[in-house]
């Protein structure tokens, strides 16, 4: 008999070499991801680009709620990591995903060069700045990577706080648009990109895969048509 990976502890996958390796590719792209954003905000800062008219910003006054956002997303993080941690398959699932989010946005940001909005409030990370001074980035736009986030959050997520997170994602998209730190349309297309990336990273590391109920052993497709 086999059950899903979905909802397996970590007793189940003690001896799966196939959940192994997906977990290192997994934290491997979610790092590459992170690589690969900074080099590309490097770029797009020096990259002049285009002013849009935004009619949504244009009735919101910009305001510096910056402790709001960054509460919201350091909150949703530590809670989607606790809540993901007894689940490896869907953490697995959930790093795959952050990769192919930021490799999104990488690509995005590439081809949509785009100035600030005009009222832009910098938005400054005010946990990371109380141990180190980092760039403040203005030009890294289309789509918005922390509304993405708490998105891919809230598709990870089960029971409550699903509705937990999808208040957060409202609430970051609500804030860095009073904050003029994003187009409308930046916030508009985050959900989108981190459906996608949740869809992709599903099919690449857990579609199919079944662990026996009596072992931890991966069985072959074959076994899982027949027994699933």
Same mark, same amino acid.
């Given at each position: 008999m086999v059950r899903s990976v979905d909802?397996? $502890?970590?007793? *189940?996958? @003690?001896?799966?070499?196939?959940?192994?390796?997906? %977990?290192?590719?997994?934290?491997? $792209?979610?790092? *590459?991801? @992170?690589?690969?954003?900074?080099?590309?905000?490097? %770029?797009?800062?020096?990259r002049p680009g285009a002013v849009l008219m935004d009619p949504i910003l244009a009735l919101l006054p910009p305001k510096?709620?910056?402790?709001?956002?960054f509460t919201l997303i350091y909150l949703g993080v530590v809670a989607g990591f606790t809540g993901l941690l007894p689940d490896p398959w869907r953490l697995v699932r959930a790093f795959g995903a952050y990769g192919f989010l930021a490799l999104?946005?990488?690509?995005?940001?590439?081809?949509?060069?785009?100035?600030?909005?005009?009222?832009?409030?910098?938005l400054r990370d005010p946990f990371v700045e109380a141990f180190v001074a980092v760039p403040v980035t203005t030009k890294d736009l289309f789509f918005s990577g922390h509304t993405s986030l708490l998105f891919l959050l809230f598709l990870s997520a089960r029971g409550v706080l699903r509705g937990i997170f999808a208040a957060g994602a409202l609430g970051v998209a609500v804030c860095v648009l009073i904050q003029h730190v994003h187009y409308t349309v930046d916030v508009l297309g985050a959900p989108f990109f981190a459906l996608g990336a949740w869809v992709l990273s599903g099919w690449f590391f857990t579609a199919g895969f079944r662990v026996p109920e009596s072992g931890p052993e991966s069985v072959t497709?074959?076994?899982?048509?027949?027994?699933?």
């Open positions: 909802g397996a $502890g970590w007793r *189940a996958v @003690l001896g799966v070499r196939e959940f192994w390796w997906k %977990f290192g590719i997994s934290s491997l $792209g979610l790092f *590459a991801g @992170l690589f690969g954003q900074a080099k590309m905000l490097s %770029f797009v800062e020096k510096d709620v910056t402790w709001m956002t999104f946005r990488v690509l995005t940001m590439w081809v949509t060069p785009l100035d600030p909005p005009l009222g832009m409030i910098l497709e074959g076994s899982r048509r027949v027994q699933g």
